[in-house]
């Protein structure tokens, strides 16, 4: 809680127009010795607390057993269990109830993802006078497989207590406005609006954005520059850097890049002395069953890409289970040539639009799978098939081999794009929408 992450940092600037702004949020831990409100850096923070059954439950069964593979697609089977649903729902009534006593009369209160879908109805039902906002981070599935679950009702009806419901892309809207009135639970007003017992709900993509102007003046900061330099002469010059940064998630499409990588070695189109990889994978999730298998096949295959190709002291991929800091991250994304993002399903993927905004002398690849959110707003990154894996292999190699006119023109389209929908933008674009 007294570090807060990327969507606070996303926040914060958009909140300057707002007073008496709190974050509800719960600490990642037992905290049994947080206090139960302070303030920090201006905001006040307001943790709630979720015993080791509850998180059981709600974070890693519901929320990331269930809706998480549900809502990307069913890469992994998603399970159905009565004793999760129930844990999210104590865990979901705990913040709408804390919402509830910290809320002004008339305020606004804005709920965020997957964890937390049916605090909007609940929190409407407590507090009728509210301003309640919805957004999902992540993709939202067609009618068709939300409506496996056998929750289908409550969680719809959860999100319609909202006013203003946001998503990442148009598709996902359309998914959710499609569901609602399929399931009767609203009724059509207009392509972007739905009516619930006479009241009003709007349901609009926002895609989010970073906070551009960070990464592009950090990314020319002398200390990030002298940092890529080493990383880039520790692999061995000339060379083309690959480079891949995901939290280690069964989404982000990581084995199939590494196995694209290794044919690519094995046919020879590409050759050990000439690229390398780095691999950063962000430890997530890994009391989950289907994280801790994810972990061995990457790291397997990692492990046979050394060994079929690798000499003493210069292996050809560097692989990191670790968390980077800012300036490391930044260190690896100046040093890459070429950054592979190809993710089976993603809501948007925030690592594409840094990679982008610390490319500021414009040059560098982007390969992005047509399956992420900001393949929406990225047009001129390579944009892949995940599941393609020949597909994927050409474009790996076009990118290696491009040349840096071609290059330069992609990236500066796509920079102008991260640069002007940034994270301030999609904040107080929502936030204006939701406003009374
Ligand atoms: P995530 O699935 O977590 O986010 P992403 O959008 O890529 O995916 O964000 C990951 C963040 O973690 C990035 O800011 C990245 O820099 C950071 N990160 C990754 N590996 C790291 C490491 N080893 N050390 C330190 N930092 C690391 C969810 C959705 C996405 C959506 C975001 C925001 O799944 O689709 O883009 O929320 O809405």
């Known amino acids: ?49 979720l015993s080791e059954e509850e998180r059981e439950l709600h974070y890693e069964g519901m929320a990331n057993g269930t809706l998480w593979p549900l809502y990307h697609d069913k890469i992994q089977p998603a399970e159905f269990h009565r004793h999760w649903y129930e844990g999210y729902r104590k865990v979901n009534q705990r913040f709408a109830e804390h919402a509830a006593k910290e809320a002004a009369k008339g305020a606004i209160v804005w709920v965020h993802d997957y964890q937390l879908q049916l605090v909007p109805g609940m929190l409407r039902a ?51 406005h499609r569901l609602a009135v399929s399931l009767g639970e609203a009724t059509r007003t207009g392509k972007n609006t739905l009516d619930v017992e006479g009241r009003a709900v709007s349901v609009r993509s926002f895609p989010i954005g ?37 939290r280690l998630d069964y989404t982000k499409g990581i084995d199939v890049r590494l196995r694209a990588f290794k044919e690519l070695l094995a046919e020879e189109r590409l050759h050990a002395s000439q690229v390398s990889m780095i691999q950063i994978a962000e430890p997530s999730r890994d009391q989950v ?33 670790r968390t980077r800091s800012f300036s490391e991250l930044l260190a690896m994304y100046r040093a890459a040539d070429v950054m592979l993002v190809t993710p089976f399903r993603d809501g948007m993927n925030l690592v594409a639009k840094e990679y982008v905004a610390a490319r500021h002398d414009e040059s560098g690849v982007l390969v992005l799978s047509e399956f992420a959110g900001a393949a929406h707003q990225l047009k001129t990154a390579l944009l892949v098939n995940p599941y393609d894996i020949d597909g994927l292999k050409t474009a790996i190699v076009q990118a290696v081999d491009m040349k840096a006119d071609e290059a330069r023109r992609r990236m500066r389209t796509m920079r102008r794009s991260v640069s002007k929908d940034d994270a301030v933008c999609w904040a107080t674009g929502f936030l204006k929408q939701l406003a009374p």
């Open 289 to 321: 069953e289907a994280y801790v298998s994810l972990r061995e096949r990457v790291e397997r295959l990692v492990g046979e890409i050394n060994g079929d190709f690798g000499r003493v002291g210069y292996p050809v991929v560097h692989y990191i289970h």
């Open 210 to 246: 970073i906070d551009y102007e960070r990464y592009d003046t950090a990314s020319r900061d002398h200390d990030v520059t002298e940092e890529s330099r080493d990383l880039r002469a520790q692999l061995g010059q000339p060379h083309t850097v690959l480079l891949g940064v995901d």
């Open 1 to 49: 809680m007294t570090s807060p992450g990327g969507l606070v940092a996303a926040l914060k600037p958009a909140m300057a127009d707002f007073d008496n702004v709190a974050w509800l949020g719960w600490t990642g831990e037992e905290a049994r010795r947080t206090p139960s409100a302070f303030d920090h850096d201006g905001m006040r923070l307001v943790p709630v607390r």
């Open 126 to 176: 407590l507090r009728p006078d509210l301003r309640i906002g919805y957004f999902l981070h992540i993709p939202f599935p067609s009618p068709e497989l939300f409506s496996q679950l056998p929750w289908r009702r409550e969680l719809t009806a959860g999100i319609l207590g909202s006013d203003l419901v946001g998503f990442q892309s148009p598709d996902d809207a359309g998914n959710f």
